[in-house]
């Protein structure tokens, strides 16, 4: 079956309409359309979206499968709405070289679920100590457009002026995670009255906003693309509002759960909660949801970590920052959001495809829904809640921080260039 007629389907939100696809595109829009031979998809008062595109995800793969592999985390994907994925650079061996990044992206063609789109190294071996080939990587089959160090920050400001310089040639965009190294030592969460009563070590705001103003100004001056991967303070948010007001060519990411949580989960000790950059404060967290209204911060970016259980069930200082994302980001930001009144959907489709895929140069993804664009849409049940199971997750990890947490918003189906990779909410292969 090559064609699906998809029925009384909203668009962004609006009037429903029926939608037929077919060889891999949207065929054709408008009401009580008839299509003999198509497979009909009921799917009244469902949202339609173009599908997702996540410029920040952890795969795993090569080096840790027992976490995550390309096809497990592509299932994940599909199931949160997503059609196009990047994946971080931090495996094992580091993704640096042309070798390490068609890798991965031929496993993504292979899983055939997601567009797995690779994020090449900045630094070998993400050392910060010298480029890497990324030319080579951006005329590799993967054809590389994304470069980041994240995990670690390009910390050191000549070698992040010489990146920004390098990747103008192949119109490519240098990712940050934004962490001054030398504030961070030994840090535990964020810094304030909280980490002062737990007794941990605290994560500075400055850390972050202290890289985002020297990275800004960088870009300034050699008028290079920079791209802020989870953006986590308020201070962070002006100083990215200030940037785009000169003009600087930056864009911003935050992740589903710095939009949701706060250091108060820290007081738990569940290491669940403990996360690079940290989770703040209620005062970040209401500029981060305004930032995002207004457009300061360009993208939702899951920054999915999936962790093996002896990595993070563990006392706090020893476990490993990071937690799930994929299959909950849609969920969040409804939560977030949506219901209350802070983004509409054409709004979520902007920050979670079309400004993403702009991105990330993907031409296949973030398109309107209109004839002859690429079939690359979600189908979404905003009125169902549910409460977070993660043994029920697709992902191969359950460090999940939302397990237990009723959230809106169920993924119904999901196409793929036409074809779904998720029907009736569950996975198609
Ligand atoms: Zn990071």
Redesign the pocket.
């Known amino acids: 079956m090559n064609a699906y007629l998809i029925k009384g389907a909203r668009p962004l939100g609006g009037d429903p309409v029926d939608i037929l696809l077919k060889d891999g595109r949207i065929a054709a829009i408008g009401d009580s359309l008839a299509a003999t031979g198509a497979e009909v998809v009921e799917a009244a008062g469902l949202i339609a979206l173009p599908g997702l595109v996540d410029l920040h995800t952890h795969l795993r793969e090569p080096g840790r499968e027992d976490a995550e592999t390309v096809e497990t985390g592509s299932r994940a994907a599909a199931l949160g709405g997503f059609t196009a994925v990047h994946a971080m650079a931090n495996t094992d061996p580091v993704a640096d070289t042309a070798g390490v990044v068609e890798q991965v992206w031929r496993l993504g063609q292979e899983a055939g679920l997601v567009d797995v789109v690779p994020v090449g190294a900045v630094t070998v071996g993400l050392k910060g100590e010298r480029l890497a080939e990324l030319g080579a990587m951006a005329d590799s089959a993967a054809r590389v457009r994304v470069f980041s160090d994240?995990?670690h920050c390009v910390a050191d400001p000549a070698l992040m002026r010489r990146a920004l310089e390098y990747v103008k040639a192949f119109d490519g965009v240098v990712a940050q995670?934004a962490e001054e190294p030398r504030l961070t030592v030994g840090a535990q969460m964020h810094e304030g009255d909280r980490s002062a009563s737990l007794g941990l070590t605290g994560w500075p705001a400055a850390a972050e906003e202290a890289i985002i103003a020297r990275d800004v100004l960088l870009a300034e001056h050699v008028g290079a693309r920079l791209h802020v991967?989870?953006v986590s303070t308020a201070g962070s948010v002006e100083i990215l509002r200030w940037a785009k007001s000169r003009g600087v060519q930056v864009t911003a990411e935050v992740t589903p759960h710095h939009l949701l949580l706060t250091d108060a989960c820290a007081e738990s000790y569940d290491p669940v909660f403990k996360v690079?950059?940290p989770l703040r404060t209620d005062a970040d967290v209401e500029a981060l949801r305004a930032g995002l209204a207004d457009g300061t911060i360009d993208v939702v970016g899951t920054?999915h970590a999936p962790h093996a259980v002896e990595d993070k069930e563990s006392e706090w200082a020893q476990a490993r920052p990071g937690m799930l994302g994929l299959e909950q980001a849609l969920s969040v930001v409804i939560e977030t959001m949506v219901e209350p009144g802070r983004l509409d959907w054409a709004g979520v489709a902007d920050r979670m495809s079309v400004r993403p895929a702009a991105i990330g140069r993907l031409a296949d993804h973030g398109r309107p829904l209109a004839p002859g664009e690429p079939a690359n849409l979600v189908l979404v049940d905003a009125t169902a809640r549910a409460s977070v199971d993660p043994a029920a997750l697709a992902s191969r990890s359950r460090n999940s921080p939302y397990a237990g947490r009723e959230l809106p918003g169920r993924v119904v189906a999901t196409f793929l260039r036409g074809v779904p990779t998720v029907l009736d909410g569950k996975a198609q292969k």
């Open positions: 994240d995990g995670h991967c989870h690079n950059p920054d």
